[in-house]
């Protein structure tokens, strides 16, 4: 059952579609986590582009989201609502930038990035409660990917 709140969107206004990632944020349990799993294969999909091109999608899809977010939030009516997962989708691609090829690095990029997202350590949770609005959406997630990143990074290293 869909939240009612989440009913004021305008599912023919593509935004509100990236916003909710393709409805996988529609979930009335998790949607976070939800939204990261709709993310995973769109990362897959991408996953052999170029550096420089995937690091592209990623800066567009990023500076879009604050868009995105935002517009979804005017509709809804509320302030970073838990079924706007376009910040995972983001926070996902970031903390697989570079990620060594396979399912344990699918799944282990899935966990860690979760985790950061979910725990907010500082400085992710600060910013969580001071940053309002489309930026706000994206910047915790952002910064939890970028932190998801550096324990990735760190664990390709050191098993390899």
Same mark, same amino acid.
């Given at each position: 059952?869909?939240?009612?709140?989440?009913?004021?969107?305008?599912?023919?206004?593509?935004?509100?579609?990236?916003?909710?990632?393709?409805?996988?944020?529609?979930?009335?349990?998790?949607?976070?986590?939800?939204?990261?799993?709709?993310?995973?294969?769109?990362?897959?999909?991408?996953?052999?582009?170029?550096?420089?091109?995937?690091?592209?999608?990623?800066?567009?899809?990023?500076?879009?989201?604050?868009?995105?977010?935002?517009?979804?939030?005017?509709?809804?009516?509320?302030?970073?609502?838990?079924?706007?997962?376009?910040?995972?989708?983001? /926070?996902? +691609? @970031?903390?697989?930038?570079?990620?060594? =090829? #396979?399912?344990?690095?699918? &799944?282990?990029?899935?966990? !860690?990035?979760?985790?950061?997202?979910?725990?907010?350590?500082?400085?992710?949770?600060?910013?969580?409660?001071?940053?309002?609005? /489309?930026? +706000? @959406?994206?910047?915790?997630?952002?910064? =939890? #990917?970028?932190?998801?990143? &550096?324990?990735?990074?760190? !664990?390709?290293?050191?098993?390899?």
């Amino acid at each position: 059952m869909i939240k009612p709140e989440l009913k004021r969107l305008n599912w023919r206004n593509p935004l509100h579609w990236l916003a909710t990632g393709f409805g996988s944020g529609l979930s009335p349990v998790a949607p976070g986590t939800f939204g990261t799993l709709a993310a995973v294969p769109c990362y897959y999909l991408v996953s052999d582009w170029p550096l420089w091109a995937y690091l592209g999608l990623l800066l567009i899809g990023s500076v879009a989201g604050v868009w995105i977010c935002q517009s979804a939030t005017d509709a809804i009516g509320q302030e970073d609502h838990g079924g706007i997962v376009w910040d995972e989708f983001m /926070g996902y +691609g @970031i903390t697989m930038i570079a990620a060594p =090829a #396979g399912w344990f690095w699918l &799944l282990a990029g899935f966990l !860690l990035f979760r985790l950061f997202d979910i725990l907010k350590p500082w400085p992710i949770g600060w910013l969580d409660r001071r940053v309002k609005g /489309g930026l +706000g @959406i994206m910047v915790d997630d952002l910064l =939890a #990917g970028a932190m998801a990143w &550096l324990v990735m990074q760190g !664990l390709a290293w050191g098993l390899h």
